[in-house]
């Protein structure tokens, strides 16, 4: 089975923090994703990735970068953590290759829940 | 625009009764893909069933079936018999073919009480 992994489950920060969060997953996936979800909104995509060093943002890019040095691990970065920034962050990967991207079911992480206090 | 709404914030039912997810999409695409997601307390969503535009043919899969109609674009999802560990939040989701970005609705957290 597909394992995607994300390093901590609960995290809390402060404002202003720089805050890593991190994905990795050991199926040899070509595209992860992050994204945010919120009570009311639904699952927001923040960044896709479709290799390794190759992104792409999605709906809500701004305050975050992500990074991808090696294929099995795609982490979002917080620059500035901000208050707003609260939120469930959920990492996705999927196999396929980018033409058919939105063909293929995702598998998901398990989630982070960040808190900036 | 693409467009994914669950009408249904928060449902609650008796274990054994049988109960409908709504899910409703707008997209102008010929091609395209709906899904469901199942994300139980532990908070790793899970892929419950896919399907493209050309098939409308209904899916039974044991307590689940699902109901995809295209006059209506609606993509609805029953379980049958519910038991407790159903109990979760359930998401629809869009996507074009082509294209990276899956659109979900905004979850149908279903409770099922003993």
């Known amino acids: 089975d597909v394992k995607v992994t994300q390093s901590s489950r609960y995290l809390v920060k402060r404002t202003g923090e720089k805050v890593f969060l991190e994905c990795v997953q050991d199926?040899?996936?070509?595209?992860m994703f992050w994204y945010r979800q919120d009570p009311g909104l639904g699952l927001r995509l923040i960044y896709f990735?479709?290799?390794?060093?190759?992104?792409e943002k999605g709906d809500i890019p701004e305050g975050y970068s992500v990074s991808r040095e090696k294929k099995e691990r795609f982490s979002l970065i917080l620059e500035s953590a901000s208050t707003n920034q609260t939120s469930m962050y959920l990492c996705?990967?999927?196999?396929?290759?980018?033409?058919?991207?939105?063909?293929?079911?995702?598998?998901f992480g398990s989630g982070t829940q960040l808190s900036v206090l | 625009a693409q467009k994914v709404t669950q009408a249904q914030t928060e449902i609650s039912v008796v274990e054994k009764e049988d109960v409908t997810l709504d899910c409703v999409y707008e997209?102008?695409?010929?091609?395209?893909?709906l899904f469901w997601y199942k994300q139980p307390p532990s908070g790793e969503l899970v892929f419950l069933i896919r399907?493209?535009?050309?098939?409308?043919q209904n899916e039974i899969s044991g307590r689940y079936s699902w109901n995809f109609q295209k006059s209506t674009s609606s993509f609805n999802f029953t379980i049958t018999a519910s038991q407790v560990v159903d109990s979760a939040v359930y998401f629809c989701?869009?996507?074009?073919?082509?294209?990276?970005?899956?659109?979900f609705g905004t979850g149908t957290r279903l409770k099922v009480l003993a």
């Open positions: 989701a869009l996507s074009d073919s082509g294209t990276y970005k899956y659109i």
């Open positions: 199926m040899d996936h070509e595209n």
């Open positions: 997209t102008r695409d010929t091609t395209y893909y």
């Open positions: 399907r493209n535009s050309f098939d409308e």
């Open positions: 996705a990967s999927s196999l396929v290759p980018l033409i058919r991207v939105g063909d293929e079911k995702l598998f």
């Open positions: 990735s479709y290799d390794v060093k190759m992104k």
